[in-house]
C-alpha cells in the first residue's frame, strides 16, 4: 500500500494533520502548531493549557480570566483565501492520485512504472509548494513549481516512448507536454526567471522605500500568485496521470477521445477549481 500525502502507514498514530495543515499561534514564551480549519474556542484552549503550563497555574482559571482578550483566528481575507486554496489542492490531489492508482491491469512496462512512480513521489513536491506558499517564501515556491512542472512534463512524454526513461532528461520534455498545454512554455520560461537572479526577479524582494533600500522576504501577493500555479499544476497533474492510463479507463475524468486523439474536457473538475480561485490573481 502506498502512502499518500497526509496518511503515513508507517507511523504507529496517523495523524490527521502535517505540517503543511498548521497555523502557529502563541506568544513571547511559547508557540504552538493548530490546525489551520480549527475553531477559536479549540485554539483558545489549547492556548489556555500551554499558557497555564508555562505560568505554573490552572488552565481552567486561565481560560476563564484571559481568553476573551485572545484574538487568535486570523481574519485577513488573503490569508483565509490562500489557506482556503492550499486545502483544497491537498484533498483533490489526494483524491486524484487516488483515482490514479486504483486502475486495474496496468502493463507490465518499465516506463509506465516509472511514470507512476513519479506520480506518487510528487505528493512530496506539492506538500513542500504548499508550506513554502504558506510561509509567502516566493522564490523558494517557484523552485518546487518548476520542478513540478518539469516531472509532469517527463510523465507525459516517457509514458508511450520508445526510449527507455532514464535517458530522457525533464528539461528537454516541456515541448510535449505544450501539444495539451499551449501556454505551458511560456508558465515554465516565467518560473526559470524566477528562481535565478535577475532584474525582474531582483526588484521583488530588493525596494526602495522612503529613498531607503528594503530587503522583503515574504510577500502575500506573491503568495498568492503562487498558489494559483499550483492548483494550475495540480491540473496537470490530473490530465497527465489520466494520459499515462487513457486506453484502460472507461470513464474518463479529465480527457476525452475525439477521434484517434485525446483532448482535454472542458469541464474537467480541476479546471472548474482554476475558476473558482481566479480571485488568487486580484490585489
Excluded at 486504483?102 to 506518487?120: G, H, Q, R, T
Excluded at 508558465?187 to 522605500?209: A, I, N, P, Q, W
Amino acid at each position: 500500500m502506498v502512502a499518500w500525502w497526509g496518511d503515513d502507514e508507517d507511523n504507529l498514530f496517523k495523524m490527521r494533520y502535517g505540517f503543511d495543515d498548521l497555523e502557529l499561534i502563541g506568544d513571547h514564551m511559547f508557540t504552538i502548531g493548530v490546525p489551520s480549519n480549527s475553531n477559536e474556542t479549540f485554539r483558545k484552549y489549547v492556548f489556555a493549557a500551554a499558557k497555564a503550563y508555562n505560568l505554573g497555574i490552572k488552565m481552567d482559571y486561565t481560560y476563564k480570566k484571559y481568553s476573551s482578550n485572545w484574538n487568535l483566528v486570523n481574519q485577513d481575507e488573503d490569508v483565509i483565501l490562500i489557506t482556503s486554496a492550499l486545502n483544497m489542492i491537498k484533498e483533490t490531489f489526494i483524491d486524484n492520485l487516488d483515482y490514479i492508482m486504483s486502475i486495474k491491469n496496468k502493463p507490465d512496462d518499465f516506463n509506465l512504472f516509472m511514470c507512476s512512480a513519479s506520480l506518487v513521489r510528487l505528493q512530496n513536491t506539492f506538500k513542500s509548494a504548499s508550506i513554502l506558499i504558506k510561509s509567502y517564501m516566493h522564490f523558494e515556491a517557484v523552485s518546487m513549481l518548476r520542478i513540478i512542472l518539469e516531472q509532469l512534463a517527463w510523465i507525459f512524454t516517457v509514458h508511450n516512448s520508445i526510449q527507455i526513461c532514464t535517458d530522457i532528461k525533464p528539461t528537454a520534455c516541456i515541448k510535449n507536454l505544450k501539444k495539451i498545454y499551449p501556454l505551458i512554455g511560456n508558465l515554465y520560461g516565467e518560473l526559470s526567471t524566477g528562481v535565478h537572479m535577475s532584474s525582474d526577479s531582483f526588484t521583488k524582494f530588493v525596494r526602495l522605500d522612503d529613498d531607503d533600500f528594503s530587503i522583503h522576504l515574504t510577500d502575500i501577493e506573491e503568495a498568492k500568485y503562487d498558489a494559483f500555479i499550483l492548483i494550475y499544476l495540480l491540473d496537470v497533474f490530473s490530465v497527465v496521470g489520466e494520459f499515462v492510463y487513457a486506453n484502460l479507463i472507461t470513464e474518463h475524468r479529465f480527457i476525452q477521445k475525439v477521434g484517434d486523439l485525446f483532448e482535454l474536457k472542458e469541464d474537467r473538475m480541476t479546471k472548474l477549481l482554476l475558476d473558482k480561485y481566479i480571485k488568487l490573481l486580484r490585489k
